[in-house]
């Protein structure tokens, strides 16, 4: 007998090893999966600059990862573990004194360094540091081809070290105080990772301001051509593998009970379930962005995104035909979204990143209430509502908005935000690099197309623009003197 | 065979050594302070590097007596600050 429960202890022991080794397994191929992510935003960003901006373009991309990694290590995963229940957790009466969860988050503690006898705490953080990221470089569409490489660190710094992770602690954890409270549900962060980032960036883009020669005098909108449309899809398209591995890392294994997978949450559901709803959701949005946009192959591209982020939030209770109906609507929604905020709020969103993630990150939660109401979510199984969900979108809109327009605002007041219109106008390249990246190719004149749809040589309009745009920088430095 | 190393004495000794010393140790609190250190300084670096260059450039094309032609001017003729080190990404230098 003694014999058979040492043997059953050690079978057990075992299992609890292998599970514990397949989950860091897991997560860490999730992570090497969404570096495709980021191999696709440089590559869809650089694609949609022009020729002048590309090497710009693409630095921000790179060092994302350089700013967004420390300072998460350092901050970023102690506010997703510590401020849980909205502000900081009770019980820190020294460093070493830290409660629960939050104790293994703080830079310094055994969670986070070597340890033999943790496989998950390094490999869960870096899914979560991944999804930061994401979140930051979300907004680096947007900002292109004006913004200074600093003032984006500083930017993205914030929102994928501060912002983002703080959402992601009140709606996005089991112990969120959304979650517990109002049962809010957003499984694939629709609102947590992406509302957020397009609402950010909608702060900063309104400090911000156009390119230079992105609107004529009456206000309308010319388009810009970026130097490699078929780049920018194969970025796309890059981005879409990722979230493969994006939607992966949102779940947590528990592989010794069953179903063996659980959401966010901890309400269980299953890697299938949400595998269907992704690709349904790529379908969808597809289709719904190549009808509203009359087959633009980058609204089309795009709008294969916003389905899929439309339909992420219910990923794990949505049935394939109610997320592809969801997913076309997300997509229509991106396309007449995107083009309003260009023509009537004018705002310049070079890549269309407010509309695509922001709008549709709100949407997609709002979806959830609507369609998915009643779902008992997290560990106290509290019903979601849309009244839940809307308490979600009205926490979230001001935690992301405000920072991203505040922190932008103080640093234009600096000069730091934007580079000087000279330099705009030339090519950020130029003065970053001191170098043109297609050295071998010959230069042709670069274009635009002015509202009429008529597209012609972009050089007079755009030395018009800066005339426009240097006689008011004239006369506001005569009045300040 | 490698059934018989003993994984139990190793996986102590290695426990118990952590550069700096293990997790909530005096070590671990200064690694973190130099760290957060750094990261601000590289921040303040990103921004005053940058400064230096975008004024630079633009006081090069004041300087030249106009405002470059927007997408029209090859990169060698224009006016252009020292280029940076490491193999020239200028054709023929």
């Not at chain 1, 901050?75 to 019980?91: K, L, N, R, S, V």
């Not at chain 1, 972009?458 to 300040?480: H, K, Q, T, W």
Request: charged fraction near 10%; proline fraction near 6%.
């Amino acid at each position: 007998m003694a014999s058979l429960l040492a043997q059953a202890t050690q079978i057990e022991d075992q299992l609890g090893l292998d599970s514990a080794i397949l989950a860091e397994q897991f997560y860490f191929y999730t992570v090497v999966v969404m570096w495709l992510i980021h191999i696709g935003f440089m590559a869809y960003e650089g694609g949609a600059s022009r020729r002048k901006n590309v090497m710009s373009t693409a630095m921000k991309n790179i060092l994302t990862i350089a700013v967004v990694t420390p300072s998460f290590y350092y901050f970023g995963w102690y506010i997703y573990g510590c401020f849980q229940h909205g502000g900081p957790a009770e019980g820190h009466a020294g460093p070493a004194e830290f409660p629960g969860f939050c104790g293994a988050t703080a830079p310094w503690s055994d969670a986070m360094g070597p340890n033999l006898q943790d496989h998950i705490s390094a490999v869960f953080f870096l899914a979560f540091l991944l999804f930061s990221w994401t979140t930051g470089s979300i907004m680096s569409g947007a900002v292109i081809e004006r913004i200074r490489l600093s003032a984006y660190l500083i930017l993205t710094m914030l929102l994928g070290s501060a912002v983002w992770i703080m959402d992601a602690a009140w709606g996005w954890s089991s112990g969120g105080w959304l979650v517990t409270r109002f049962g809010f549900h957003d499984s694939i962060a629709s609102l947590v990772v992406h509302g957020v980032a397009g609402a950010f960036a909608l702060g900063v883009l309104l400090n911000l301001g156009p390119r230079i020669g992105k609107y004529d005098r009456a206000g309308l909108a010319r388009t810009f051509r970026g130097h490699n449309t078929h780049l920018t899809l194969m970025g796309l398209m890059l981005i879409f593998t990722g979230f493969y591995g994006f939607y992966a890392a949102c779940l947590v294994i528990q592989s010794t009970i069953q179903p063996g997978w659980l959401n966010i949450y901890l309400s269980p559901t299953t890697l299938g379930a949400i595998a269907f709803v992704i690709t349904v959701g790529f379908a969808g949005g597809f289709t719904g962005g190549w009808f509203a946009s009359k087959g633009d192959p980058f609204w089309t591209l795009s709008g294969g995104l916003a389905g899929v982020i439309s339909v992420s939030a219910g990923a794990d209770v949505y049935h394939p035909s109610l997320a592809y109906i969801l997913a076309i609507s997300g997509g229509m929604l991106a396309v007449w979204s995107g083009l309003w905020i260009e023509r009537k709020l004018r705002v310049d969103d070079a890549v269309g990143a407010v509309a695509v993630h922001g709008v549709c990150g709100f949407y997609g939660v709002l979806l959830v209430g609507i369609f998915a109401g009643g779902f008992p979510t997290g560990v106290n199984n509290v019903e979601t509502s849309l009244g839940g969900q809307v308490m979600g979108m009205l926490a979230f809109f001001p935690l992301a908005f405000l920072p991203g327009y505040i922190v932008s605002w103080v640093l234009k007041y600096f000069n730091l935000l934007r580079v000087p219109p000279e330099v705009e106008l030339e090519g950020l390249d130029m003065a970053e690099f001191q170098a043109d990246f297609f050295p071998e190719f010959e230069r042709v004149p670069e274009t635009i197309v002015l509202p009429s749809g008529e597209e012609v040589e972009s050089a007079p309009v755009l030395l018009e623009a800066f005339a426009d745009v240097n006689g008011r920088s004239a006369s506001a430095e005569r009045r300040m003197s | 065979m490698i059934d018989s190393f003993p994984f139990d004495e190793w996986s102590e000794d290695i426990a118990a050594f952590w550069t700096f010393g293990p997790g909530n140790s005096t070590g671990t609190y200064v690694l973190t302070v130099l760290g957060i250190l750094v990261m601000v300084a590289a921040f303040v670096g990103f921004v005053w590097l940058e400064n230096r260059k975008l004024q630079a450039q633009a006081e090069l094309l004041r300087a030249a007596g106009g405002i470059p032609a927007p997408g029209g001017v090859p990169p060698g003729p224009g006016p252009s600050q020292p280029p940076l080190a490491g193999p020239s990404t200028h054709p023929g230098e």
